[in-house]
């Protein structure tokens, strides 16, 4: 237990890490049904995570999408896609938009740092382009289904370069689609008193990897198709993550369908996480090891609450990734 | 605003107090009506106090109380009371009891600190007794009305040498009362899922000052005859309080009806707040002076929200104080 009367400690940092892992589980809040207003203001006060066991299960979403239908509702329609050079690891994908205030916090796209010609580390956002809707969801199918990772990495993605709470893909480019999800989660507005700032579709693969970041805003997060896996780390983490400041940088198209190159952008140094709370890459801090991330994996129709300044990493579901899934579907399989 | 891609500051703390005073303000949040759970668990999700005034101006005791009835309903009966010596500061009483897990961050009845004739600094805990009801509350108006403070400070008090949740005096020495006040605050009950862990009757004057403290638990603070004054600030102000530990001791009376005496107990140090943030004594710290103390002053009926680990100083009403109320009712004057 904590002694507030306690001596002061030598550090601080680790002390407060350790303290928190003994007060608060490393495991999350499983609920089977949709919190109310007040139960889920119990979690935005003790700023901690859950997740609803197809608590969007009967949304018309969850219940009619495929590849095929997606295709077919999404004709002719042309969308913003983030696109990340060959061979490098997994395009970093973040949500873009929500939130208040636009801050240089919002890394988005950000892929791992690159090393400049003159030494200086880059975080290098993704180059975006607009492509045709079934050409996309083509080359997602197909790199997922091959494992092919020596052509460009594609992800579909709602961000421009200012993001604010324009960058709403679902209710602009994809809008043809929003009448299948609910326009609000109404637990969350009653509660927060706010409709939602930015509602977002995001498409990937099972190659499709969120770097360790942290939003300014409350997310619900919600899994239609396949699977996705989510590492959280809580805010006062913060020195485990090992944030560095970087020169900010783009991809840009060569001429023509040119290769993708590294441009150096105007303006401040922008923070990123390094450390990668898998170990699979990514260098900690002293304090890194007294991290207890937080581990969810989301299916069909779970709903995921993501209190703000928490840290999170994402990645794709790599035994029912949403092309897996769409090939069952296909073959007429059925999943889990 | 902030920036999160600022630099480190060089001194963290004064910008930490910078930026909660840009982000929050130092008046506090005035209600008209009792909150619903939700809207209370947006105040404890906040960690911000509010004033419901008149929130409790239905209830029995408010509609009823005076010292006629008091002593009336209290006759014969012996209850416990804090003393601490003619002369000192005066008394410093705090709530006692409550809370999860009894810790020595509790100081009750914390008067102000004395030295030691081998030059340690004590925290000095009052000493307790019985007395007749009906006595305390004579002594209470006499030191009122003269102005008198070359007597002994007498302050009513639910509390005991190990502070715990048994520390409830309005449903033990007092139960005669309790009948007269709502049993639970049910938009808090609701919101935190837990009836009241301690209900406490406090009885002052103009004279009883609560030094500079903070609690483990969310408190709900009614007034019900005359005024108290609040000072408060946000746990975040902690390097401001200058907390200074010392060694635990009680005054102990001395045979018969002799003197008090200071004995030093056994047992670790304890912290104590040395600033006062009204500027009267009391040594401060270098980030005092950023620290933006809320004030508010409770009237009768009024209903006082204290988040968890605020600090608070309260002192009795030098204005319409409890025997000023006594003498106005028993002369027919109306107190507004």
């Given amino acids: 237990m904590i002694d507030p009367a306690a001596p002061p400690t030598s550090d601080p940092i680790a002390e407060l890490l350790t303290t928190y892992n003994e007060l608060n589980s490393s495991s999350i809040d499983e609920l089977t049904e949709i919190p109310s207003p007040l139960e889920f203001m119990r979690y935005v006060s003790r700023n901690r995570p859950f997740v609803v066991r197809g608590g969007a299960s009967d949304w018309k979403a969850t219940r009619t999408w495929s590849v095929d239908v997606l295709k077919e509702r999404m004709a002719g329609m042309r969308v913003n896609v983030a696109i990340t050079p060959k061979?490098?690891?997994?395009?970093?994908?973040?949500?873009?938009?929500?939130?208040?205030?636009?801050s240089a916090d919002r890394i988005r796209n950000a892929d791992a740092p690159v090393k400049s010609e003159d030494g200086e580390m880059l975080l290098v956002k993704p180059w975006e382009e607009e492509q045709d809707f079934a050409q996309f969801m083509d080359f997602v199918i197909r790199q997922e289904g091959s494992g092919e990772m020596n052509g460009e990495n594609i992800t579909s993605s709602a961000v421009s370069t200012n993001p604010s709470a324009e960058n709403d893909n679902l209710r602009n480019e994809y809008s043809e689609l929003f009448?299948?999800?609910?326009?609000?989660?109404?637990?969350?507005?009653?509660a927060l008193q706010k409709a939602p700032e930015a509602i977002?579709?995001?498409?990937?693969?099972?190659?499709?990897?969120?770097?360790?970041?942290?939003d300014n805003y409350e997310n619900i997060y919600v899994q239609i198709i396949g699977q996705k896996h989510f590492v959280l780390l809580p805010p006062l983490a913060y020195a485990c993550v090992n944030e560095r400041e970087m020169g900010p940088a783009s991809y840009v198209r060569g001429e023509g369908k040119g290769e993708l190159l590294v441009k150096r952008e105007d303006g401040g140094r922008v923070p990123f996480a390094l450390w990668d709370p898998d170990g699979l890459g990514g260098e900690g801090t002293r304090y890194s090891g007294l991290a207890r991330p937080v581990r969810v994996s989301l299916g069909k129709g779970d709903m995921l609450y993501l209190p703000a300044l928490w840290h999170d990493m994402?990645?794709?579901?790599?035994?029912?990734?949403?092309c897996g899934f769409a090939r069952n579907v296909a073959l007429g399989a059925v999943v889990d």
Same sequence: chains 1, 2.
């Avoid at 009448?179 to 009653?190: E, G, H, K």
């Avoid at 977002?200 to 360790?212: D, E, R, Y």
Wanted: glycine content about 20%; aromatic content about 12%; hydrophobic content about 35%.
């Fill in 200 to 214: 977002n579709l995001w498409i990937g693969n099972s190659h499709s990897v969120t770097a360790l970041h942290k």
């Fill in 179 to 190: 009448t299948d999800v609910d326009p609000s989660i109404p637990f969350a507005r009653i």
């Fill in 314 to 322: 994402e990645f794709g579901g790599s035994f029912y990734p949403f």
């Fill in 87 to 102: 061979g490098t690891v997994p395009c970093a994908l973040r949500r873009g938009g929500g939130g208040e205030g636009g």
